[in-house]
């Protein structure tokens, strides 16, 4: 199975920013649709961004649109760089892979990482 990995989590302040990283060792993601989700204490898991395979065309949620952006710095990586932090951004970030070369709302992706915390506080 594909097995995403992620990486730069941690402890952040109000208005900062932090930049995660989804990796698979010896493979690379240029043909796999990558979609972040996180998850808040006590809350449900939101989809907050995604970037397509076919054309790496980007989806955000209302949440985080303006603040975090998606990329793919080569073939190998895929990065999550988070700014504007606030506590309500704080929770579990998980990458997310699918052999679908597109975007797609509410399809649950085929593979999943174990997760990152982050922590916005003061």
């Known amino acids: 199975q594909l097995q995403p990995v992620e990486s730069g989590g941690g402890q952040v302040q109000p208005g900062g920013s932090l930049r995660l990283s989804c990796a698979v060792s010896g493979r690379s993601l240029a043909d796999y649709t990558i979609k972040w989700f996180r998850q808040a204490p006590s809350k449900e898991r939101e989809a907050i961004a995604c970037i397509s395979a076919t054309d790496d065309g980007t989806y955000y949620s209302d949440s985080v649109k303006g603040r975090f952006t998606i990329s793919r710095d080569n073939s190998d990586v895929v990065f999550l760089q988070m700014t504007s932090l606030t506590p309500e951004d704080t929770g579990v970030y998980f990458c997310?892979?699918?052999?679908?070369?597109?975007?797609?709302?509410?399809?649950?992706?085929?593979?999943w990482g174990r997760g990152t915390l982050v922590t916005v506080s003061s």
């Open positions: 997310t892979a699918d052999e679908l070369p597109l975007c797609m709302r509410g399809r649950a992706p085929n593979h």
